[in-house]
């Protein structure tokens, strides 16, 4: 074996693919139950969808990341460009303009300017490295830039999407090193500019989700429907669950959108408690062995890269599982591998095949 291939062989995360391939196998399992009534076309999309995105992956881990910095504003103007073309041809799904058609196929800008962001804010903190501690003044150019795509969701109106984005931007932000001052102002500035939010920003469905939040009975054939029945499958699910194609919420489609943004309940109802927990430590794995590759690096780009990237799959599994159980409002945010969709999946993969592309080179260079 040359110097090349055993380098290449010991910098290759075992254990990073270990986690990712069963993630996807329970995801596998938990959408063959929660589609096999409807059909299986929705179960042979996500196969598709997979093997795309695994040769995405694969060639994502070959190529050096570092082109990216290259790359960081090409790919920030054509997130905003898709984001503003949405609005205006992208298709119409209860009200919101979040798909663009592409023959066969639809893509989400949306999900896309996640994996945009973590590119961007990681190549704009790279270029930093002679700043210890951001203030308001060097961080106002940053929040402006991620501003606008966080805006352009906002408009489709996406709230979950937009939340997500602004939220791994600002994880990022703060790695790099925030003034206290600045930390405290930024508080003070977010929690007062709330009202302001819920008058002029939310939309009706919008705060009805937040109403129905605090108290779901309120309307339970309505806005509080999605959050009882989940709460009902998860429930119900006991300590071993009610046995794997045998949930009565799932399979007799009580549960609205449980072949994505409810899947854990699929999970939690026919696996129960020790399911949900065993989900729960893959993720835990996966997230980090993602953080010891950044950790790992002396890349700052690099290192920026696998943070970003774990903060998206970490805020991703806490505010899904914790909207699946009634502790956040129903947002629409999606369970990394296991939810139903193209363009998630697609990302999602993208993503570890970012953060293998820096573990293969933190030996070689």
Known sequence: MNSYSKKLSDSFDTSLLSALAVVLLVGLLCLFSATRVAGFSIFVKQLVWIGIGFCIMALTAVIDYRILTNLAWPLYGLAVVLLILVLFVGREISGAHRWISIGFMSIQPSEMTKLVTIVWVAYWGSQKQHIQMHGWRELAFPLAAIGVPVLLILVE?????????????????FL???????????????????????????KDYQRNRVISFIDPARDPLGTGY?????????????????????????????????????IFSVVAEEWGFVGAIFLIFLYLMLVSRIVQVGLRTKDRFGALICFGVAMYFTFHI?????????????????????????????????????????????NMF
Not at 157 to 173: N, Q, R
Not at 176 to 202: D, E, H, N, Q
Not at 248 to 255: A, C, G, I, K, V
Request: a positive charge; charged letters at 5%.
């Open 226 to 262: 999605h959050a009882l029945q989940s709460k009902i499958a998860v429930g119900s699910g006991g300590l071993v669950g009610k046995g794997y194609l045998h949930g009565s919420q799932s399979q007799l489609q009580f549960l609205p959108e449980h072949h994505t943004d409810f």
């Open 157 to 173: 109106p996406d709230l979950g999407t937009a939340s997500i984005v602004a939220m791994i931007a600002a994880s990022m932000l």
């Open 318 to 362: 806490f505010i899904n599982i914790a909207m699946v159980i009634g502790m956040f409002p129903v947002v629409g945010v999606p369970l990394p591998f296991v939810s139903y969709g193209g363009t998630f999946m697609v990302v999602n993969l993208f993503c570890i095949g970012l953060v293998l592309s820096v573990a293969l080179r933190r």
């Open 176 to 202: 790099l090193g925030i003034k206290r001052s600045t930390l405290v102002s930024a508080a003070v500035t977010f929690f007062s500019a709330l009202p302001l939010a819920w008058f002029f920003v939310l």
